[in-house]
């Protein structure tokens, strides 16, 4: 096959009609892109919007994706390319990016996709890229995604232990002495409440399901001795240890659930300290505080 003059040849031949996923709101890139990559005797599916790629990696299968990073409405580019590697693991990913200075967003973009390109590309520097990444296959050392929910069975231990250094660090506020087993009793369950409802969304909206366990937390921590204040403030630091937790594993985390996730995590967080709360305050209406491990 001939290669246009604007193309450099890499000596590696180029998959038979390789299929690619060519992804970007302005009309005039992704166009000028589908005639580059398919003059270049690729199979080129376009997408104007995440809706559309996503619509499209549903019901096709790719060999490669070019994305724009940045787009309007409903998601960017790493949304797609998050789908892409969960319904197809061995595409190759690529994001386009016209902002050099992107030290910082880099290496989370790298987890989900192979590569970063900043526009504007020459022509045949891009097929020569994509053709390259083609030639070698997936990264072998790419970990496989899994689920928050996944990630936090998986992880309990270590975001309890997380949690229960932070409550030790934070003893000038938390002023009652516990020993670790009675300051962490709760930990078990307030995780597999978490993943329970992860795993079985609710309508936005709707209220958790009522909690025993986080029930039964509020008046304990009545009788060890603690104040309202300290019950918000192990709540907080919860919250810390699980985004640490996620943070920890972003490499695996599904990035295209990862928003509607987090958002799950902290109204599940909330409510639970909501229903300890009100039986914090019904045993205080009815036990005196029990001062004996301060």
Sequence with gaps: MSHPQNEVPTGTATPVKARILVVDDDKANRDTLGMVLQFSGFDVVTAADVNEALMQI???TFDALLT???????GDGLTVASAMRNSHPNAA????????EMSAATAAILLQTDQVLLKPMEPGSLVETIRKRLAQGRNSSINSIESVASILERETKTASDHWCMCAERESSFITVRL???ERCAHLPAVFRDLVHRLRNP????THASASLDAA???RMRRRQGYTAAMLVEESRMLQVSIFQ???NNLQKVDFSLLLVDVMVIADEVDSQLAQAMTSYIAEANLTPVVLGHS
């Design 93 to 100: 990913t690529f994001i386009f990016s016209g902002y050099p």
């Design 68 to 74: 724009d990073l940045h787009m309007p409405n409903h």
């Design 58 to 60: 549903g019901s096709q």
């Design 179 to 181: 020993d670790q087993s």
């Design 202 to 205: 609710l309508p936005l909206g």
């Design 216 to 218: 039964e937390h509020g």
């Design 245 to 247: 937790t996620l943070q």
